[in-house]
């Protein structure tokens, strides 16, 4: 399985990033995708998932600020990232596993999100 991640960049505070994920290969199709960050000198934290039925999770941090959603037919996961904020700027992973026992674990290389103030 390969997670394709795409959308990172630069952008000032204030601004909008859509972040776009993609799964090639075999997965259950009942799964949890996810975007987590890892800014310097930190751990990685989840941002957001979303399962294969909807249901979503956000970080306290982005709550109102940031949208996932899924294209099932597709196995893409997207992050829309609205009211960008300096302390938002990390390097970001997408995530597959299935609902349940964690019998897989996939992540995607990282893309960078810059936000300057």
């Known amino acids: 399985v390969q997670l394709q991640a795409s959308g990172g960049g630069l952008v000032q505070a204030g601004g909008s990033l859509r972040l776009a994920c993609a799964a090639s290969?075999?997965?259950?199709?009942?799964?949890?995708m996810g975007w987590y960050r890892q800014a310097p000198g930190k751990q990685r934290e989840l941002v957001a998932d979303?399962?294969?039925?909807?249901?979503?999770d956000y970080a306290d941090s982005v709550k109102g600020r940031f949208t996932i959603s899924r294209d099932n037919a597709k196995n893409t996961v997207y992050l829309q990232m609205n009211s960008l904020k300096p302390e938002d700027t990390a390097v970001y992973y997408c995530?597959?596993?299935?609902?349940?026992?964690?019998?897989?674990?996939?992540w995607g290389r990282g893309t960078l999100v810059t936000v300057s103030s």
């Open positions: 995530n597959v596993r299935p609902i349940g026992v964690r019998t897989y674990d996939y």
């Open positions: 290969g075999s997965i259950s199709s009942r799964n949890v």
């Open positions: 979303i399962t294969s039925g909807g249901n979503r």
